[in-house]
C-alpha cells in the first residue's frame, strides 16, 4: 500500500513551546481556532492558522477536516505497567500488599508467552483509544514479556520505551532472576530492540527493596557503557517502602542516594512517585539531570501521598504525567490530569488546564529526553497526534456550551474527559485509532 507524502490536518490546534508553569506564560503554547497542520512524510512540516498554509500545498495532499474538534500532540505516558491491565481496581490494600496480593501473581502469569502477547496487544490498543502515542513501560521479570511489548507496538509505528523488570531478591521465586542473569537478559533485549525503528531500552530494576546491590551496580555500569540507554525505576512512594529500604540499605544516606550510589539517577533515568523526598533530595535530583513521574491517580488509589509538582519543578527536576497503570486506574491522560488537580488542591496548589496539557504531551517527551522528536507540532518532529472531541457526553456538551474562554472549554475537557472523547489517533502522520 502507498500512502499520500502530504497530508493536512484541520482543526482547532494546541501544543505547547515550553512549560506555562503556574503562571500560564502565554508565549509557551499556541492554539489556532481554525488551524492547518501540513505533514510530509510522517513528519510536521507546519503548524499554523489554516488560511496562511503555503498556496499550493493542498493540491497534492489528503485533507482530514476535524474542523470544530482539538487537535493536540500524543499523549506521553511516563509511566504505566502493561502486565498489570487485569488487575486494575484491586481492593483494599497500600503498597507493598497490594503488590503481594495482587501484582505479584499476575505478573507471574507472564510466564506464558501468550499471555504477555494478548494482554500487549490489548494494552496497545487501548493507549491508541486514549490517545496516548508514547508510553515508558515496565514489562514482567521475563524476557519474553518485552519482546510481545515491543513486537506489538512496533506493528503500530509506535514510538515506546519498555524494560524487563530486575528483581533478584524480596519476591516470589516465580519472578525472580539473578543479578548477573538478570543483566544478561536485558543485554540481549537490548541487541534486538534498542534503537530498532521508534523503540528505545530503558533498563528496569523494579525498585531498591528488590535488586541486591550487585544487581543495582551492573545495571548502573550497563547503563553508563551505552550512552542513549534509558532507565525507570520508583522512588520513594510509601513510608513503609521507605522504612524497608533504610533497613535493606543502612549505609546510604536516603533512598535517592542507593539510586545515585550505583549511577541509577542521571539523564534519561526516570523515576515514578517521588512523593517522600525533602527539599535537599530534590535539588539533589534536579543537579544529577534524572525525571520524575506525577502518577495522581495512582497517589490517591495506593493511598501513598501527594506528589508536589511545583517544588519539584522549582527545584528544576524533569516531570512527566503517568497513568501507572494497574495502581492508576485508567489508561486516560484526561483522567489522570482530573486526579492531578485534585492532589494539588489537596496541598493549596493548582494545576491549570494548559500546564496539565503540556504535563500529558511536551512535558512527557522532555522528561523522557524525546521532546526533539515527539512531544509538539514544531516542525520536524514525527507525526503523533490526537483528536479529541470537546463535549462526548449530554454532561460535557452542557458543560462546554456554557464556557465562555478557551481556558475554561480546557479545563472542562481535562476533568471531565476520558477515551469517549478521543474521535481519533494518528501515528507518525497515518490513522492509527478511529472511534467505533
Ligand atoms: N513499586 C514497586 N513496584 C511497583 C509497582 O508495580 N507499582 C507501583 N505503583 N509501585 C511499585
Ligand atoms: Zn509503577
Not at 537490548?190 to 546491590?213: K, N, Q, V
Not at 547503563?223 to 510509601?238: I, K
Not at 522532555?366 to 503523533?384: H, K
Request: proline share 5%; glycine share 10%.
Amino acid at each position: 500500500m502507498t500512502t499520500p507524502a502530504h497530508r493536512l490536518v484541520r482543526g482547532q490546534l494546541l501544543h505547547f513551546l515550553a512549560d506555562p508553569g503556574m503562571g500560564d506564560d502565554p508565549a509557551a503554547w499556541q492554539f489556532f481556532d481554525d488551524g492547518g497542520l501540513w505533514i510530509r512524510d510522517g513528519r510536521i512540516q507546519a503548524a499554523g492558522p489554516w488560511a496562511a498554509l503555503p498556496p499550493g500545498v493542498g493540491e497534492s495532499a489528503t485533507v482530514h477536516d476535524y474542523r470544530g474538534h482539538l487537535v493536540l500532540p500524543g499523549f506521553v505516558d511516563c509511566h504505566l505497567h502493561y502486565p498489570q491491565a487485569g488487575v486494575i481496581a484491586s481492593y483494599g490494600r497500600q503498597l507493598l500488599d497490594w503488590l503481594n496480593d495482587y501484582v505479584f501473581p499476575a505478573e507471574a502469569r507472564f510466564a506464558d508467552a501468550s499471555e504477555a502477547e494478548r494482554t500487549a496487544a490489548f494494552v496497545v490498543r487501548r493507549l491508541l483509544a486514549h490517545g496516548t502515542t508514547t508510553a515508558s513501560v515496565f514489562a514482567t521479570v521475563h524476557p519474553h514479556s518485552v519482546d510481545a511489548f515491543f513486537a506489538a507496538a512496533e506493528a503500530r509505528g509506535l514510538r515506546m520505551l519498555c524494560g524487563k523488570v530486575l528483581m533478584d531478591r524480596n519476591c516470589p521465586a516465580d519472578l525472580r532472576d539473578t543479578a548477573a542473569g538478570g543483566i544478561a537478559d536485558s543485554l540481549r533485549l537490548i541487541e534486538r530492540w534498542h534503537g530498532r525503528g521508534r523503540l528505545r531500552y530503558s533498563l528496569t530494576p523494579r525498585f531498591a527493596p528488590t535488586s541486591s546491590p550487585e544487581q543495582l551496580r551492573l545495571c548502573g555500569e550497563l547503563l553508563a557503557s551505552q550512552p542513549g540507554l534509558h532507565l525507570q525505576t520508583h522512588l520513594a512512594e510509601n513510608p513503609c517502602e521507605l522504612d524497608w529500604v533504610r533497613q535493606l540499605f543502612p549505609t546510604r544516606g536516603s533512598y535517592l542516594d542507593v539510586y545515585q550510589h550505583y549511577g541509577l539517577a542521571g539523564p534519561r533515568s526516570l523515576h515514578a512517585h517521588c512523593i517522600h523526598l525533602d527539599a535537599a533530595e530534590r535539588r539533589s535530583l534536579a543537579a544529577g539531570g534524572a525525571a520524575a513521574a506525577f502518577c495522581p491517580g495512582s497517589n490517591l488509589f495506593l493511598g501513598s501521598g501527594l506528589f508536589r509538582l511545583h517544588p519539584l519543578k522549582q527545584a528544576g527536576v524533569w516531570v512527566g504525567l503517568g497513568t501507572d497503570v494497574g495502581a492508576g486506574t485508567s489508561f486516560s491522560m484526561l483522567q489522570t490530569l482530573n486526579e492531578g488537580y485534585k492532589v494539588q488542591q489537596l496541598q493549596g496548589e493548582k494545576l491549570s488546564a494548559r500546564e496539565g496539557l503540556y504535563q500529558a504531551t511536551l512535558g512527557g517527551a522532555e522528561a523522557l529526553q524525546l521532546a526533539g522528536r515527539i512531544g509538539s507540532f514544531q516542525p520536524g518532529r514525527e507525526a503523533d497526534f490526537v483528536v479529541l472531541e470537546w463535549g462526548a457526553t449530554p454532561l460535557q456538551q452542557l458543560r462546554q456550551s456554557q464556557a465562555r474562554t478557551l481556558d475554561d472549554r480546557l479545563f472542562a475537557l481535562m476533568m471531565q474527559g476520558d477515551d469517549r472523547n478521543v474521535v481519533a489517533t494518528y501515528v507518525n502522520g497515518e490513522q492509527a485509532y478511529r472511534r467505533p
